[in-house]
């Protein structure tokens, strides 16, 4: 229904119908102008009202030292303010409230305004100020430009009279006050009166030109190009951007930048990442968005403009930015024809612009030998006999194309140890910043977002085989740190000891001992592989319940006090730091020898000596990166006593 409108529409205005010259034409902008009004307003809000408490002082000059010039300008607002001769405006200027400096503290609007109109009333100027130096209101950057251009029209009208007549006023020509004029001065005689170009103003394009300047581009999140885009604009009368990366939480004002000389045109991706498509367009062009369409793996968006050549006979280009994914469904082929087919079946010219990726080939992995033959046994000569160059050509090209379609395979999607495809993307990204720039600012900060997201994909990942969330009889905590966990048992241990001391009324020492290996002990050592610490407070934490235990068994048997090391060897038992390490070198001699079904390559390689040492095996361990929050972890302590043991030792067979 709507194409059927658009054609009725379309002849209509294709009628050379002149409406009366009393009757102004319709205007088609009226909603994108007001649009754009209102998007620059929000836009400039915070500048407005920062503006709106300023005042000017055009024409003075800077002095050889900054001080120099700020003691200048203290003094020519001093002396304005006497010349206003204004009780309120002095009260204001002795309470601190007027500053010359560009960010005081303290400013109203109220105040810039009375200033304003009490130096306009006044008569003449202070002694000291020149007569180019004048006072005004600050004003925006468009309004810089307004003012140019009536300077350029008040220029005009001098001339004409040969006095100073006109002058300037808040981007207003006003009219002095005669009958005496002050002669034009000879320097205004000979200059241009068409205003200079501004640089903070893109320049409006010209409604007289007959070429229309496009820019095509794809960008890949266009979040991260506004300011190249911003140049572009003062450029190109159209531009067509592809590969977005926006959604519905994207503003429009983020993305115009307070510019009031282009209007935009969006169709996002509304399932998944990436895609989207946008179009910047000249006001003067008159834009009509027509249709967008949105599905999966395609972006169009359909827009009319009306040359600047032909605004008057109502002829429209119909521009058509299309984007397709490299990985689009095949089902989404058919509709995204459908919508072709109707959006250039109208009568005007259409200009698709489109960013259609096809599929990847691996050409390292082609056929070439079967490909070689073909074009070797090809007979040419009969082949282009007939035929012109161009229709040569296309043979040459469907030829080739065919051959490349056979014999060269599609790449297969690169996968990274079953990651998802997000992850996959971060970390070859990953790959490449570090590959180029590892220490930049930008590789780290990439880093720490792959870290995050691996996190993320690593927490949600569920349970396989009733696997336990966590290993038993251990506290985990945050930062690695097994402070707590050793709290606990070694509070828990004490308590036991209590308890067997209380229920065994026995005095050998070897039957305490023997309930002590059995009870107590393995609380102690249970998978130190993981939490064996290696700061002296935890170690000594858990060697006084063995060094508290023993010295009560040697109390209830009535024997001489004696040290903690005589104590181990009258009871035949070693302390709780040598047992953890003979842990540590069994589970480092069973994961080298491939007793251990673990994949421990993350902690440690063994590579061979780069020179011969006098006391070490042919083989150390070499741990590739020891972080703080690794140094507790099994090959960060047992690396020193591994690299001391006996090479007999080392390639010693496991005995059962």
């Not at 409108?5 to 909603?31: F, G, Y």
């Not at 350029?152 to 009279?161: M, P």
């Not at 480092?588 to 902690?603: K, R």
């Amino acid at each position: 229904s709507l194409l059927d409108l658009h054609r009725k529409v379309d002849v209509l205005t294709a009628k050379s119908l002149v409406p009366p010259p009393s009757i102004p034409s319709p205007s088609p902008l009226l909603d994108s102008a007001l649009s754009s009004s209102v998007v620059k307003g929000i836009a400039d809000e915070k500048k407005i009202r920062e503006k709106s408490k300023r005042a000017v002082l055009v024409g003075s000059a800077e002095l050889a030292t900054p001080e120099e010039t700020a003691k200048m300008d203290e003094h020519n607002l001093k002396r304005l303010i006497e010349k206003a001769n204004n009780s309120e405006l002095t009260d204001a200027y002795n309470a601190g409230l007027f500053s010359h400096k560009r960010h005081p503290e303290k400013k109203k609007n109220t105040l810039r305004d009375k200033f304003l109109s009490c130096i306009r009333v006044i008569g003449g100027r202070p002694e000291e100020f020149t007569p180019s130096m004048y006072v005004r209101r600050d004003l925006m950057p468009i309004e810089l430009l307004q003012e140019k251009k009536v300077k350029a029209e008040a220029l005009r009208r001098n001339r004409e009279c040969g006095f100073l007549k006109w002058g300037v006023r808040d981007t207003d020509v006003i009219k002095f006050s005669g009958p005496n004029y002050r002669p034009l001065p000879d320097r205004l005689r000979n200059c241009p009166t068409s205003p200079r170009p501004s640089n903070c103003i893109p320049s409006s394009f010209s409604n007289h030109s007959s070429s229309i300047s496009f820019y095509y581009g794809n960008s890949r999140s266009v979040k991260a190009k506004i300011d190249t885009l911003t140049c572009f604009l003062k450029r190109f009368h159209l531009l067509a951007i592809s590969e977005t990366w926006l959604d519905c939480g994207d503003l429009d004002v983020m993305l115009l930048r307070g510019t009031s000389n282009h209007f935009l045109f969006r169709a996002d991706r509304v399932a998944g990442r990436g895609g989207g498509v946008l179009l910047y367009a000249h006001i003067n062009l008159l834009p009509i968005t027509v249709s967008t369409l949105t599905i999966p793996g395609f972006e169009c968006l359909t827009v009319d403009i009306f040359p600047l050549s032909s605004t008057q006979n109502r002829d429209c280009l119909r521009v058509i930015v299309v984007y397709r994914a490299p990985n689009s469904p095949s089902p989404s082929m058919a509709p995204f024809i459908d919508y072709l087919s109707n959006v250039t079946g109208c009568t005007h010219p259409s200009l698709i612009v489109d960013k259609i990726s096809p599929p990847s080939r691996d050409f390292s992995n082609a056929d070439w030998v079967s490909m070689n033959n073909i074009i070797a046994s090809h007979n040419w000569t009969l082949s282009f006999m007939g035929k012109n160059i161009f229709d040569a050509y296309e043979y040459f090209s469907a030829f080739i194309n065919e051959l490349i379609t056979t014999y060269v395979p599609l790449k297969k999607t690169k996968t990274n140890n079953g990651f998802p495809k997000y992850l996959s993307i971060l970390y070859d990204r990953l790959q490449r910043f570090h590959a180029n720039a590892p220490n930049s600012d930008l590789t780290h900060s990439l880093r720490k977002r792959f870290d995050k997201a691996l996190k993320s994909f690593e927490t949600n990942i569920p349970k396989c085989n009733g696997s336990p969330d966590k290993i038993p009889n251990i506290l985990y905590c945050k930062n690695l740190n097994f402070g707590y966990h050793i709290t606990q048992i070694t509070r828990k241990t004490r308590s036991m000891c209590n308890l067997m001391l209380r229920s065994f009324h026995t005095n050998s020492p070897d039957i305490l001992m023997k309930a002590y290996k059995i009870y107590i002990r393995p609380l102690l050592e249970s998978s130190t592989v993981i939490w064996n610490p290696t700061a002296i407070g935890l170690v000594n934490r858990l060697e006084n319940v063995q060094r508290e235990f023993t010295r009560r068994v040697l109390k209830r048997t009535r024997q001489p006090p004696l040290s903690y090391l005589d104590r181990l060897k009258l009871l035949n038992i070693e302390t709780l730091e040598y047992r953890r390490a003979l842990r540590d070198m069994q589970f480092v001699y069973d994961s080298i020898h491939g007793h251990a079904l673990l994949d421990t390559t993350n902690l440690y390689s063994l590579a061979p000596l780069a020179r011969s040492l006098r006391f070490a095996q042919s083989l150390r361990i070499s741990i590739p990166c020891r972080l703080p929050v690794s140094i507790s972890t099994c090959a960060s302590r047992s690396i020193t006593l591994w690299n001391n043991l006996p090479s007999r030792l080392v390639t010693a067979p496991k005995t059962p």
